[in-house]
């Protein structure tokens, strides 16, 4: 408890989330924290969580390290995934086989995507930057092949719906999802080896590779893992809209680096916590919800979410204890 309490970047975080909700019922009132709102606020929160996720791994491991490709990669999972199981199962005899078919593919594509990426990056040489900027742009390109550049419908599928949008005792069951992911991932990082090197190779390289680390290997698992999460949120964003799209969520790459730099992740590798990228997720998406309630156009919420991550990023160069002490 006493770490609990001395920890600044999840206190702020907490305290992000209770003003937020604060500020959305003083300006959007009491429909704000209805328990309708909550479900649907939550429902959105695992598409950007997750892609969030596979960032924060990217960054964790240094060298540069980011991934621009999630939101391109999930789009692409989706897309490919229904136009080819609606070819092996009907939808109207197995609903059921035809939703886990549909899952199965979009992790497999997810996986190659993160293994796409991790070999550019690991063996290639690429910079994760230029890397993923070009497969983002790839993996668009075949969606939009593949669909001719028009959204799909997929209809209603009352497995996928009730996944991506009916409550189980009182949370969304892709929340729910997204909560598991998030603390099975926490649990990598925190007590499995995997875990232990990556932020060794993330803080420093040099000291990694002496201690017999394989640098290659662990970047290409690194990326191949945020791709497995691209995949997820692929299914994630399929279930909620009934739909495939190639475009959708095209603001999603800025606002996933914005709650992974808001969490406290160091975008020069080796720090960063799971349940503070939570909270920071959890603490946008409320702000995005009241957006909606006050009718403030996207626009502004875009350049809101760009004005966020420079502050950010300015905020996370400056160490505040020296600036002051200097000033003394």
């Avoid at 429902?43 to 060298?63: K, T």
């Avoid at 945020?226 to 799209?245: E, M």
């Avoid at 950010?312 to 200097?326: E, G, K, N, T, Y």
Wanted: glycine share 10%; aromatic share 10%.
């Amino acid at each position: 408890m006493r770490n609990i309490l001395s920890d600044r970047q999840l206190n702020f975080l907490a305290a992000a989330n209770v003003l937020v909700l604060a500020a959305g019922v003083a300006f959007a009132g009491a429909n704000f924290i209805t328990l309708y709102n909550f479900q649907s606020m939550s429902a959105q929160v695992p598409e950007l969580g997750l892609l969030a996720l596979g960032v924060m791994l990217a960054m964790i491991s240094g060298n540069g390290g980011i991934d621009l490709s999630g939101i391109a990669l999930a789009n692409l999972a989706g897309v490919l995934s229904y136009l080819l199981v609606r070819h092996w199962v009907s939808v109207d005899d197995a609903p059921l086989l035809f939703v886990w078919t549909f899952a199965a593919v979009a992790l497999l594509v997810g996986l190659a995507g993160g293994m796409l990426n991790g070999f550019l990056i690991a063996h290639a040489g690429l910079t994760p930057i230029i890397a993923t900027l070009g497969t983002q742009m790839f993996f668009t390109g075949i969606a939009v092949v593949l669909t001719n550049g028009s959204a799909i419908s997929i209809g209603y599928i009352e497995p996928l719906d009730d996944f991506g949008n009916s409550p189980v005792l009182g949370l969304p069951l892709c929340f729910s999802l997204f909560l598991a992911v998030a603390l099975l991932l926490g649990i990598v990082l925190r007590f499995c080896p995997f875990g232990l090197r990556l932020y060794l190779m993330g803080s420093n390289a040099k000291a990694a590779r002496y201690a017999g680390i394989a640098l290659k290997k662990m970047l290409f698992l690194t990326y191949t893992a945020s791709g497995v999460l691209a995949g997820i949120a692929g299914i994630v964003i399929a279930a909620r809209t009934s739909s495939v799209k190639w475009d959708y969520g095209s603001s999603y790459v800025l606002i996933a680096i914005l709650i992974v730099v808001m969490a406290g992740v160091r975008p020069d590798g080796g720090y960063g916590r799971i349940v503070c990228v939570v909270l920071s997720a959890t603490a946008l998406q409320m702000l995005a919800s009241l957006f909606n309630f006050l009718n403030i156009s996207n626009f502004f919420r875009d350049c809101a979410w760009g004005l966020l991550l420079l502050l950010f990023l300015a905020v996370s160069r400056v160490d505040i204890r020296s600036w002051l002490a200097s000033r003394t």
